[in-house]
């Protein structure tokens, strides 16, 4: 264990002081990381996800008002919450920062995703 967190410390240097009640705001991370495997993949593979950049506008703007709105509601609802010791801390109403960035992020995977399945099967 001991190992295990001097690792981790290593790590994510830039992290606030470590203590053992504290855990890196890895949902951030994650959501990092998969935007940086979508765009890596979108410019290698030359995709084309919207025609233009009015519809790359409208088409996140309907994924993120959508998914705003769900997620103010379930929240308040109580039907799903977050651990506060895997976010960086800062909420929008009922809502992490960081899922703010997920109804950006997510759309953005699925449809680099799916245009390169697309690619694919074309081939």
């Not at 990381?33 to 025609?51: C, E, N, P």
């Not at 992490?96 to 081939?123: A, D, Q, R, T």
């Amino acid at each position: 264990m001991a190992v295990s967190n001097k690792i981790l410390k290593l790590i994510f240097f830039f992290s606030p002081p470590w203590r053992e009640d504290y855990m890196f705001p890895e949902y951030g991370l994650i959501l990092v990381i998969l935007f940086f495997i979508a765009f890596v993949v979108q410019k290698s593979q030359h995709l084309t996800i919207f025609r233009s950049p009015r519809h790359a506008f409208l088409g996140y703007g309907i994924f993120l008002c959508i998914g705003i709105a769900w997620d103010q509601f379930a929240i308040w609802r109580g039907h799903w919450s977050f651990g506060k010791q895997f976010l960086l801390g800062p909420h929008i109403g009922y809502m992490p920062i960081e899922e703010f960035g997920f109804g950006l992020v997510m759309p953005y995977f699925g449809l680099v995703l799916y245009k390169l399945v697309e690619k694919w099967v074309k081939k």
